[in-house]
């Protein structure tokens, strides 16, 4: 199973990424590349939802999709 999230990324000035959810409150990264900020997001999405008692591995998901 997949989970889908909406995460919105921005270049700042100083040429790092930031990147939020309105779909998983407290999820921010910031990064020096997509890649890595993607990368980032998504262990970060993984660990707020196993604090939220939502453990993926528990749930099925195999992996969260960013659009």
């Known amino acids: 199973m997949n989970y889908t999230i909406s995460l919105h990324i921005e270049k700042l ?4 990424y930031l ?9 921010v990264v910031q990064a020096r ?3 890595e ?6 262990d970060i999405a993984f660990q707020i939802f196993q604090l ?7 749930s099925s998901i195999e992996k969260i999709v960013f659009v």
Request: glycine share 10%; hydrophobic share 35%.
């Open 37 to 42: 900020t993607l990368m980032i997001a998504q």
């Open 13 to 16: 000035p100083d040429g790092f």
């Open 19 to 27: 990147a939020t959810s309105d779909d998983v409150q407290g999820l």
């Open 33 to 35: 590349t997509i890649d």
């Open 52 to 58: 939220q008692g939502k453990s993926p591995l528990s």
